[in-house]
Protein backbone atom coordinates (compact mmCIF):
# COMPACT_ATOMS: atom_id res chain seq x y z
CA UNK A 1 0.00 0.00 0.00
CA UNK A 2 1.35 3.39 -1.29
CA UNK A 3 0.89 6.63 -0.15
CA UNK A 4 -1.74 7.43 -2.67
CA UNK A 5 -4.13 4.01 -1.72
CA UNK A 6 -3.23 4.83 2.17
CA UNK A 7 -5.63 8.06 1.57
CA UNK A 8 -7.88 6.32 -0.63
CA UNK A 9 -8.30 3.87 2.08
CA UNK A 10 -8.28 6.01 4.74
CA UNK A 11 -11.12 8.08 3.88
CA UNK A 12 -12.44 4.90 3.13
CA UNK A 13 -12.28 3.50 6.34
CA UNK A 14 -12.94 6.71 8.04
CA UNK A 15 -16.56 6.25 6.15
CA UNK A 16 -16.57 2.76 7.31
CA UNK A 17 -16.52 3.76 10.71
CA UNK A 18 -19.04 6.42 10.97
CA UNK A 19 -21.65 4.37 9.26
CA UNK A 20 -20.77 1.59 11.51
CA UNK A 21 -20.94 3.92 14.52
CA UNK A 22 -23.91 5.69 13.29
CA UNK A 23 -26.03 2.07 12.30
CA UNK A 24 -24.47 0.30 15.67
CA UNK A 25 -28.21 0.39 16.85
CA UNK A 26 -29.48 -1.86 13.96
CA UNK A 27 -27.55 -4.58 14.67
CA UNK A 28 -28.09 -7.16 17.60
CA UNK A 29 -26.28 -6.18 20.24
CA UNK A 30 -24.79 -9.24 21.30
CA UNK A 31 -23.36 -11.87 18.86
CA UNK A 32 -24.87 -15.21 18.18
CA UNK A 33 -21.98 -17.51 17.67
CA UNK A 34 -20.35 -20.55 19.44
CA UNK A 35 -16.83 -20.52 21.02
CA UNK A 36 -14.58 -21.54 18.15
CA UNK A 37 -16.54 -20.12 15.62
CA UNK A 38 -14.09 -18.18 14.02
CA UNK A 39 -11.51 -20.41 12.92
CA UNK A 40 -13.25 -22.68 9.94
CA UNK A 41 -14.29 -19.31 8.44
CA UNK A 42 -10.54 -18.34 7.86
CA UNK A 43 -7.23 -20.40 6.33
CA UNK A 44 -5.40 -22.29 8.84
CA UNK A 45 -2.21 -20.37 8.07
CA UNK A 46 -1.21 -16.50 6.77
CA UNK A 47 -1.47 -16.18 3.00
CA UNK A 48 1.94 -16.60 0.69
CA UNK A 49 1.05 -13.98 -1.94
CA UNK A 50 -0.40 -10.76 -1.25
CA UNK A 51 -4.59 -10.62 -0.83
CA UNK A 52 -6.85 -7.64 -1.95
CA UNK A 53 -7.98 -4.83 -0.13
CA UNK A 54 -11.33 -5.45 -0.48
CA UNK A 55 -11.46 -9.01 -0.06
CA UNK A 56 -10.22 -8.12 4.00
CA UNK A 57 -12.75 -5.60 4.24
CA UNK A 58 -15.27 -7.86 2.81
CA UNK A 59 -14.16 -10.41 5.38
CA UNK A 60 -15.16 -7.92 7.65
CA UNK A 61 -18.42 -8.31 7.84
CA UNK A 62 -18.43 -11.97 6.63
CA UNK A 63 -15.51 -12.87 9.62
CA UNK A 64 -15.51 -10.15 12.46
CA UNK A 65 -18.49 -8.54 13.13
CA UNK A 66 -20.88 -11.48 13.45
CA UNK A 67 -18.73 -11.93 16.56
CA UNK A 68 -18.44 -8.13 17.55
CA UNK A 69 -20.56 -7.75 21.19
CA UNK A 70 -21.12 -3.90 20.06
CA UNK A 71 -19.94 -1.79 23.51
CA UNK A 72 -21.36 1.26 21.42
CA UNK A 73 -24.92 0.20 20.65
CA UNK A 74 -27.47 2.91 22.51
CA UNK A 75 -28.48 -0.87 23.49
CA UNK A 76 -25.51 -2.20 25.56
CA UNK A 77 -26.08 -1.77 29.19
CA UNK A 78 -23.28 -4.00 30.35
CA UNK A 79 -20.54 -3.81 32.61
CA UNK A 80 -19.55 0.09 32.85
CA UNK A 81 -19.10 2.14 29.84
CA UNK A 82 -16.14 2.34 27.36
CA UNK A 83 -15.50 5.61 26.16
CA UNK A 84 -15.88 6.41 22.42
CA UNK A 85 -16.04 10.10 20.66
CA UNK A 86 -14.72 11.22 17.10
CA UNK A 87 -12.15 13.65 18.59
CA UNK A 88 -10.29 10.82 20.25
CA UNK A 89 -10.64 8.47 17.57
CA UNK A 90 -9.05 11.07 15.25
CA UNK A 91 -5.73 11.39 18.06
CA UNK A 92 -5.34 7.69 17.92
CA UNK A 93 -4.34 7.78 14.26
CA UNK A 94 -1.99 10.46 14.84
CA UNK A 95 -0.54 8.35 17.76
CA UNK A 96 -0.53 5.61 15.60
CA UNK A 97 1.08 7.79 12.83
CA UNK A 98 3.85 9.21 14.38
CA UNK A 99 4.66 5.97 16.27
CA UNK A 100 6.75 6.84 19.19
CA UNK A 101 7.74 4.68 22.05
CA UNK A 102 7.87 7.38 24.73
CA UNK A 103 9.34 5.60 28.00
CA UNK A 104 11.74 8.55 28.33
CA UNK A 105 11.59 12.39 27.18
CA UNK A 106 14.84 11.77 24.71
CA UNK A 107 12.35 9.27 23.19
CA UNK A 108 10.09 11.61 22.42
CA UNK A 109 10.11 14.73 24.34
CA UNK A 110 6.13 15.81 23.07
CA UNK A 111 4.69 12.84 24.03
CA UNK A 112 6.26 12.60 28.02
CA UNK A 113 5.82 16.79 28.26
CA UNK A 114 1.99 16.70 27.00
CA UNK A 115 1.32 13.76 29.22
CA UNK A 116 2.26 16.05 32.19
CA UNK A 117 0.84 18.82 31.47
CA UNK A 118 -2.79 16.88 30.83
CA UNK A 119 -2.96 14.95 33.95
CA UNK A 120 -2.47 18.70 35.45
CA UNK A 121 -5.57 19.92 33.09
CA UNK A 122 -7.52 16.75 34.18
CA UNK A 123 -6.60 17.15 38.22
CA UNK A 124 -7.47 20.24 38.10
CA UNK A 125 -10.85 19.99 36.50
CA UNK A 126 -11.50 17.11 39.34
CA UNK A 127 -10.16 19.79 41.74
CA UNK A 128 -7.35 17.96 43.12
CA UNK A 129 -5.12 18.94 45.87
CA UNK A 130 -2.20 20.60 44.82
CA UNK A 131 0.22 17.24 46.24
CA UNK A 132 -1.10 15.62 42.72
CA UNK A 133 -0.54 18.38 40.68
CA UNK A 134 2.47 18.08 38.64
CA UNK A 135 3.27 21.86 37.58
CA UNK A 136 6.85 23.51 37.89
CA UNK A 137 8.43 22.19 41.28
CA UNK A 138 5.36 19.57 42.77
CA UNK A 139 6.63 16.43 43.72
CA UNK A 140 3.87 14.48 43.05
CA UNK A 141 1.81 14.31 39.13
CA UNK A 142 0.17 12.19 36.83
CA UNK A 143 0.86 9.31 34.43
CA UNK A 144 -1.54 7.41 32.10
CA UNK A 145 -1.37 4.03 32.60
CA UNK A 146 -3.06 1.22 30.93
CA UNK A 147 -5.95 0.15 33.19
CA UNK A 148 -6.93 0.94 36.79
CA UNK A 149 -5.49 -2.65 37.34
CA UNK A 150 -2.09 -1.47 36.31
CA UNK A 151 -2.33 1.10 38.65
CA UNK A 152 -3.56 -0.36 41.57
CA UNK A 153 -0.53 -2.98 40.84
CA UNK A 154 1.83 -0.09 40.83
CA UNK A 155 0.59 1.86 43.53
CA UNK A 156 0.73 -1.72 45.67
CA UNK A 157 4.20 -2.38 44.78
CA UNK A 158 5.48 1.10 45.59
CA UNK A 159 3.40 0.66 49.28
CA UNK A 160 5.43 -2.53 49.44
CA UNK A 161 8.67 -0.99 48.64
CA UNK A 162 8.38 2.04 50.73
CA UNK A 163 7.40 -0.38 53.83
CA UNK A 164 10.00 -2.52 53.52
CA UNK A 165 12.33 -0.21 53.46
CA UNK A 166 11.18 2.07 56.53
CA UNK A 167 10.93 -0.40 58.32
CA UNK A 168 14.59 -1.90 57.46
CA UNK A 169 15.62 1.49 58.08
CA UNK A 170 14.97 1.52 62.22
CA UNK A 171 15.30 -2.72 61.91
CA UNK A 172 18.17 -3.40 59.58
CA UNK A 173 18.89 -7.01 61.33
CA UNK A 174 15.20 -7.95 59.94
CA UNK A 175 15.40 -9.10 56.43
CA UNK A 176 13.04 -8.19 53.48
CA UNK A 177 11.62 -12.09 53.05
CA UNK A 178 10.62 -11.61 56.85
CA UNK A 179 8.94 -8.41 56.29
CA UNK A 180 6.98 -9.67 53.27
CA UNK A 181 5.85 -12.32 55.00
CA UNK A 182 4.15 -10.35 57.55
CA UNK A 183 2.74 -7.51 54.98
CA UNK A 184 -1.35 -6.88 54.54
CA UNK A 185 -3.30 -5.49 52.14
CA UNK A 186 -6.82 -4.58 52.39
CA UNK A 187 -9.92 -3.72 50.67
CA UNK A 188 -13.60 -3.78 50.45
CA UNK A 189 -15.02 -6.95 50.09
CA UNK A 190 -16.72 -5.09 47.05
CA UNK A 191 -13.63 -3.74 45.24
CA UNK A 192 -13.17 -5.51 42.09
CA UNK A 193 -11.34 -8.18 41.63
CA UNK A 194 -8.35 -7.22 40.00
CA UNK A 195 -7.39 -5.43 43.70
CA UNK A 196 -7.13 -9.42 44.68
CA UNK A 197 -4.89 -10.17 42.02
CA UNK A 198 -2.66 -7.44 42.45
CA UNK A 199 -1.97 -8.81 45.79
CA UNK A 200 -1.39 -11.83 44.22
CA UNK A 201 1.15 -11.04 41.21
CA UNK A 202 3.09 -8.97 44.91
CA UNK A 203 3.40 -12.08 46.30
CA UNK A 204 1.46 -10.05 49.84
CA UNK A 205 -1.49 -11.03 51.58
CA UNK A 206 -5.23 -9.70 51.40
CA UNK A 207 -7.69 -9.12 53.82
CA UNK A 208 -11.53 -8.53 52.31
CA UNK A 209 -13.17 -5.95 54.56
CA UNK A 210 -16.88 -6.84 55.09
CA UNK A 211 -19.03 -3.58 54.13
CA UNK A 212 -22.00 -1.33 55.71
CA UNK A 213 -25.83 -1.68 54.10
CA UNK A 214 -24.62 0.94 51.71
CA UNK A 215 -22.03 -1.77 50.15
CA UNK A 216 -19.38 0.56 51.66
CA UNK A 217 -16.34 0.12 54.03
CA UNK A 218 -16.67 2.42 56.96
CA UNK A 219 -13.37 3.65 58.88
CA UNK A 220 -14.90 1.04 62.65
CA UNK A 221 -14.45 -1.73 60.63
CA UNK A 222 -11.50 -1.56 58.95
CA UNK A 223 -9.66 0.20 62.42
CA UNK A 224 -10.90 -3.11 64.22
CA UNK A 225 -9.35 -5.76 61.39
CA UNK A 226 -6.19 -3.61 61.79
CA UNK A 227 -5.94 -4.09 65.62
CA UNK A 228 -6.54 -7.70 65.49
CA UNK A 229 -4.16 -8.09 62.90
CA UNK A 230 -1.50 -5.81 64.31
CA UNK A 231 -2.06 -7.87 67.37
CA UNK A 232 -1.23 -10.56 65.43
CA UNK A 233 2.40 -9.55 64.53
CA UNK A 234 1.35 -8.98 61.04
CA UNK A 235 2.03 -5.58 59.11
CA UNK A 236 -0.69 -3.64 57.56
CA UNK A 237 0.45 -1.31 54.78
CA UNK A 238 -1.97 -1.10 52.10
CA UNK A 239 -5.58 0.22 51.41
CA UNK A 240 -6.97 0.45 48.41
CA UNK A 241 -10.50 2.31 48.72
CA UNK A 242 -13.25 2.12 45.90
CA UNK A 243 -15.36 5.10 44.78
CA UNK A 244 -18.03 3.56 42.38
CA UNK A 245 -17.92 -0.09 43.41
CA UNK A 246 -18.08 -2.50 40.08
CA UNK A 247 -21.33 -4.53 41.52
CA UNK A 248 -23.46 -1.31 42.79
CA UNK A 249 -20.94 1.79 42.00
CA UNK A 250 -21.38 2.33 46.29
CA UNK A 251 -18.55 4.83 48.09
CA UNK A 252 -16.16 3.54 50.32
CA UNK A 253 -15.85 6.16 53.55
CA UNK A 254 -12.61 7.90 52.26
CA UNK A 255 -13.11 10.40 54.77
CA UNK A 256 -12.86 8.45 57.60
CA UNK A 257 -10.19 5.86 56.12
CA UNK A 258 -8.03 7.88 55.23
CA UNK A 259 -7.03 9.59 58.78
CA UNK A 260 -6.69 5.50 59.57
CA UNK A 261 -4.56 5.14 57.34
CA UNK A 262 -2.37 8.38 57.55
CA UNK A 263 -1.89 7.22 61.36
CA UNK A 264 -1.29 3.47 60.70
CA UNK A 265 1.34 4.48 57.84
CA UNK A 266 -0.55 2.92 54.89
CA UNK A 267 -0.60 3.46 51.86
CA UNK A 268 -4.14 4.54 50.54
CA UNK A 269 -4.86 3.97 47.12
CA UNK A 270 -8.38 5.08 45.92
CA UNK A 271 -9.81 3.37 42.69
CA UNK A 272 -12.56 5.70 41.39
CA UNK A 273 -12.32 3.63 37.65
CA UNK A 274 -15.54 4.16 36.27
CA UNK A 275 -17.07 7.14 39.05
CA UNK A 276 -14.13 9.47 38.79
CA UNK A 277 -15.14 11.11 35.68
CA UNK A 278 -17.98 12.45 37.22
CA UNK A 279 -16.08 14.36 39.77
CA UNK A 280 -15.74 16.78 37.09
CA UNK A 281 -18.76 17.77 38.27
CA UNK A 282 -19.45 20.11 41.17
CA UNK A 283 -23.07 18.30 42.46
CA UNK A 284 -20.17 15.12 42.33
CA UNK A 285 -17.27 16.31 43.61
CA UNK A 286 -18.09 15.86 47.23
CA UNK A 287 -17.71 12.15 46.47
CA UNK A 288 -14.18 12.40 46.13
CA UNK A 289 -13.87 14.27 49.60
CA UNK A 290 -10.63 12.06 51.54
CA UNK A 291 -8.48 11.93 48.31
CA UNK A 292 -6.27 14.60 50.35
CA UNK A 293 -5.33 11.65 52.59
CA UNK A 294 -4.33 9.32 49.44
CA UNK A 295 -1.26 8.37 48.63
CA UNK A 296 -2.57 7.50 44.94
CA UNK A 297 -5.75 8.18 43.25
CA UNK A 298 -7.03 6.22 39.86
CA UNK A 299 -9.73 6.50 37.27
CA UNK A 300 -10.61 5.62 33.81
CA UNK A 301 -11.05 8.35 31.26
CA UNK A 302 -11.78 5.54 28.97
CA UNK A 303 -14.61 4.06 30.47
CA UNK A 304 -16.65 8.06 30.67
CA UNK A 305 -15.10 10.85 29.65
CA UNK A 306 -14.87 10.10 25.80
CA UNK A 307 -11.52 8.90 25.93
CA UNK A 308 -11.23 5.89 23.77
CA UNK A 309 -9.65 2.74 25.68
CA UNK A 310 -6.65 3.13 26.64
CA UNK A 311 -6.30 5.77 29.00
CA UNK A 312 -6.15 5.09 32.90
CA UNK A 313 -5.75 8.43 34.89
CA UNK A 314 -3.07 8.01 38.13
CA UNK A 315 -2.05 10.82 40.07
CA UNK A 316 0.57 10.29 43.24
CA UNK A 317 1.41 12.63 46.11
CA UNK A 318 5.07 11.99 46.01
CA UNK A 319 6.44 10.53 42.76
CA UNK A 320 9.46 9.33 44.24
CA UNK A 321 7.38 6.56 45.85
CA UNK A 322 6.88 5.49 42.60
CA UNK A 323 9.76 5.86 40.68
CA UNK A 324 11.87 4.61 43.79
CA UNK A 325 9.97 1.20 43.80
CA UNK A 326 10.72 0.79 40.01
CA UNK A 327 13.89 2.66 38.90
CA UNK A 328 16.35 0.32 36.70
CA UNK A 329 18.76 2.41 34.73
CA UNK A 330 20.52 0.24 31.92
CA UNK A 331 22.80 2.73 30.08
CA UNK A 332 21.35 2.35 26.49
CA UNK A 333 18.10 4.04 28.17
CA UNK A 334 20.01 7.28 30.33
CA UNK A 335 19.96 10.45 28.67
CA UNK A 336 21.63 13.70 29.52
CA UNK A 337 18.12 15.08 30.66
CA UNK A 338 17.30 12.81 32.58
CA UNK A 339 17.86 14.13 35.66
CA UNK A 340 16.83 17.97 35.41
CA UNK A 341 14.12 17.83 37.69
CA UNK A 342 11.86 19.98 35.32
CA UNK A 343 11.04 16.28 33.10
CA UNK A 344 10.33 12.86 34.32
CA UNK A 345 10.89 9.40 32.61
CA UNK A 346 7.50 7.64 32.65
CA UNK A 347 9.12 4.64 32.31
CA UNK A 348 10.01 4.29 35.78
CA UNK A 349 5.95 4.86 36.65
CA UNK A 350 4.81 1.79 34.93
CA UNK A 351 5.27 -2.08 34.78
CA UNK A 352 6.08 -1.90 30.79
CA UNK A 353 9.03 0.22 29.21
CA UNK A 354 6.97 1.10 26.00
CA UNK A 355 4.43 3.58 25.90
CA UNK A 356 2.16 5.00 23.05
CA UNK A 357 1.35 8.59 22.71
CA UNK A 358 -1.86 8.77 24.58
CA UNK A 359 -2.14 11.53 25.61
CA UNK A 360 -2.89 13.29 22.25
CA UNK A 361 -6.62 12.04 22.78
CA UNK A 362 -7.20 13.51 25.91
CA UNK A 363 -5.83 17.28 24.15
CA UNK A 364 -7.98 16.67 21.25
CA UNK A 365 -11.08 15.76 23.57
CA UNK A 366 -10.78 18.31 26.63
CA UNK A 367 -10.22 21.01 23.65
CA UNK A 368 -13.07 19.94 21.68
CA UNK A 369 -15.75 19.58 24.13
CA UNK A 370 -14.76 21.82 27.03
CA UNK A 371 -15.25 21.41 30.40
CA UNK A 372 -18.73 21.85 30.13
CA UNK A 373 -19.47 19.96 27.24
CA UNK A 374 -18.03 16.87 29.25
CA UNK A 375 -19.92 17.44 32.31
CA UNK A 376 -23.06 18.28 30.30
CA UNK A 377 -22.21 14.52 29.17
CA UNK A 378 -22.24 13.41 32.06
CA UNK A 379 -25.03 14.88 33.40
CA UNK A 380 -26.87 13.28 30.50
CA UNK A 381 -26.05 9.66 31.66
CA UNK A 382 -27.13 10.42 35.23
CA UNK A 383 -30.39 11.62 33.99
CA UNK A 384 -31.13 8.47 31.90
CA UNK A 385 -30.16 6.25 34.84
CA UNK A 386 -32.91 8.45 37.19
CA UNK A 387 -35.42 7.46 34.21
CA UNK A 388 -34.53 4.04 33.97
CA UNK A 389 -35.28 3.72 38.14
CA UNK A 390 -38.44 5.49 37.72
CA UNK A 391 -39.94 2.80 35.37
CA UNK A 392 -38.31 0.17 37.37
CA UNK A 393 -39.92 1.67 40.26
CA UNK A 394 -43.44 2.05 38.46
CA UNK A 395 -43.88 -2.15 38.57
CA UNK A 396 -44.38 -3.79 41.22
CA UNK A 397 -42.79 -6.95 39.96
CA UNK A 398 -39.70 -5.14 40.57
CA UNK A 399 -37.55 -4.02 43.24
CA UNK A 400 -34.18 -1.56 42.71
CA UNK A 401 -31.64 -3.04 45.23
CA UNK A 402 -29.16 -0.45 45.44
CA UNK A 403 -28.90 3.63 45.42
CA UNK A 404 -28.98 5.00 42.19
CA UNK A 405 -25.90 7.79 42.72
CA UNK A 406 -24.71 8.28 38.82
CA UNK A 407 -25.43 5.46 35.75
CA UNK A 408 -25.83 2.18 37.26
CA UNK A 409 -29.11 1.12 38.18
CA UNK A 410 -29.22 -2.51 40.25
CA UNK A 411 -32.72 -3.71 40.41
CA UNK A 412 -34.33 -7.45 40.39
CA UNK A 413 -37.62 -9.22 39.88
CA UNK A 414 -39.05 -9.70 43.39
CA UNK A 415 -38.50 -13.71 44.54
CA UNK A 416 -35.81 -16.18 44.56
CA UNK A 417 -32.50 -15.59 42.49
CA UNK A 418 -33.85 -18.67 40.06
CA UNK A 419 -35.98 -16.17 38.29
CA UNK A 420 -33.77 -13.38 38.15
CA UNK A 421 -31.18 -15.71 36.50
CA UNK A 422 -33.68 -17.03 34.09
CA UNK A 423 -35.12 -13.74 33.34
CA UNK A 424 -31.49 -12.24 32.33
CA UNK A 425 -30.63 -15.78 30.15
CA UNK A 426 -33.80 -14.63 28.53
CA UNK A 427 -32.64 -11.08 27.65
CA UNK A 428 -29.44 -11.53 26.53
CA UNK A 429 -30.64 -14.27 24.61
CA UNK A 430 -32.94 -12.19 22.37
CA UNK A 431 -29.71 -10.40 21.76
CA UNK A 432 -32.00 -6.67 21.73
CA UNK A 433 -30.04 -5.28 25.06
CA UNK A 434 -27.27 -6.71 26.87
CA UNK A 435 -26.94 -7.11 30.29
CA UNK A 436 -24.41 -8.37 33.17
CA UNK A 437 -25.50 -9.54 36.98
CA UNK A 438 -24.12 -9.04 40.27
CA UNK A 439 -24.34 -10.05 43.67
CA UNK A 440 -25.86 -7.71 46.49
CA UNK A 441 -26.74 -8.98 50.00
CA UNK A 442 -26.89 -13.14 48.69
CA UNK A 443 -29.08 -11.92 45.86
CA UNK A 444 -28.77 -12.07 42.10
CA UNK A 445 -29.16 -8.45 40.99
CA UNK A 446 -29.41 -7.17 37.31
CA UNK A 447 -27.10 -4.20 36.38
CA UNK A 448 -28.33 -1.80 34.01
CA UNK A 449 -25.41 0.57 32.70
CA UNK A 450 -25.71 3.69 30.76
CA UNK A 451 -22.85 2.99 28.31
CA UNK A 452 -23.02 4.30 25.05
CA UNK A 453 -22.55 7.92 24.11
CA UNK A 454 -25.55 7.84 21.46
CA UNK A 455 -28.00 6.37 24.05
CA UNK A 456 -31.32 8.54 24.15
CA UNK A 457 -34.17 8.25 26.77
CA UNK A 458 -36.01 6.38 23.49
CA UNK A 459 -33.48 3.49 24.54
CA UNK A 460 -34.16 3.14 27.78
CA UNK A 461 -37.69 3.71 26.72
CA UNK A 462 -37.81 0.38 24.40
CA UNK A 463 -35.00 -1.33 26.75
CA UNK A 464 -37.87 -1.09 29.70
CA UNK A 465 -40.97 -2.41 27.01
CA UNK A 466 -38.22 -5.53 26.22
CA UNK A 467 -37.10 -6.25 29.95
CA UNK A 468 -41.10 -5.99 30.91
CA UNK A 469 -42.64 -8.25 27.84
CA UNK A 470 -39.86 -10.72 28.27
CA UNK A 471 -40.62 -10.96 32.23
CA UNK A 472 -44.37 -11.40 31.30
CA UNK A 473 -43.91 -14.27 29.06
CA UNK A 474 -41.62 -15.91 31.73
CA UNK A 475 -44.30 -15.53 34.35
CA UNK A 476 -47.37 -16.64 31.62
CA UNK A 477 -44.68 -19.71 31.06
CA UNK A 478 -43.70 -20.70 34.37
CA UNK A 479 -48.10 -20.34 35.35
Not at 71 to 85: E, K, L, Q, V
Not at 314 to 340: C, D, T
Not at 443 to 449: D, E, P, T
Amino acid sequence: MDTAEFRRRGKEMVDYVADYLDNVEQRPVYPDVEPGYLRSLIPAEAPLEPEKYDDIMTDVERVIMPGVTHWHSPYFYAYYAAASSYPAMLADMLSTAIGCIGFSWAASPACTELETVMLDWLGKMLNLPEDFIAGTEGQGGGVIQGTASEATLVSMLAARCKTVRRIQASNPEKSEADILSKLVAYTSEQAHSSVERASLIAGVTMKKVPVDNNYAVEGAMLKRMLEQDKADGLIPFYFCATLGTTPSCAFDHTTELGPICNEEQMWMHIDAAYAGSAFICPEFRPLLNGVEFADSFNFNPHKWLLVNFDCSAMWVKKRESIIGAFKVEPLYLKHENQESGVITDYRHWQIPLGRRFRSLKMWFVFRLYGLQGLQDYIRKHVELAKEFESLVRADTRFEICAKVVMGLVCFRLKGPNGLNELLLKRINKSREIHLVPCQLSARFVLRFAICARTTESRHIQHAWKHISKLTSEMLEDRH
